[in-house]
């Protein structure tokens, strides 16, 4: 999460930003129990307040703390969320529905650069580079665990006891005969 407008003194140290960081937050937040992994300070706090991107230990703290953000709006913090520059892109490419699903009196909602709607007949809609996406999401698969790097194969049919015993024999036999003398 990146943290706009906050102004904090150029003498603060890591941890006492981190701290009024997370006093802030919980000020406004309905849910006051989330927990800070780290905070860093974008640019040169003497030349004002500048942004600071904000690590939560789950991405449940991360939604506890969202729910300061309409309180913060009227002190001229805002919330927004830790895009990348190609999610950026995606989602201003995308800006135009989300406003027209806010003029409609919907309520959209960003999940990093897709945007989620739910329609007035109980539909949750994808929207994804400029189209509506309805297939649901399906769930990842987890990487196969390679414990053994062998494939074990099945045998196609289970071999005959007492025929693998009398070719083994046979062998056994030959192997421990005589040989005859080479002929000169």
Known sequence: MIVKGFTR???????????????LLAQHATNQQFSITSVTVFGNPADGPKPIRVVFSSTEDKHAAYTASKGLRSKRIYLDDDLTPVQLQERQQLSHIHTQLRQSQLRPLWRGSVLL????????KKYKHGEVVNAPAAPQQPYPRRLNSRVRRLPAAAPNPTTGLVAASAAAAAAIAPRPAPAS
């Open 9 to 23: 003194a150029s003498t603060f140290t890591h941890r006492q930003t981190t701290a009024s960081v997370h006093q």
């Open 117 to 124: 709607c739910t329609e007035e007949d109980g539909e949750l």
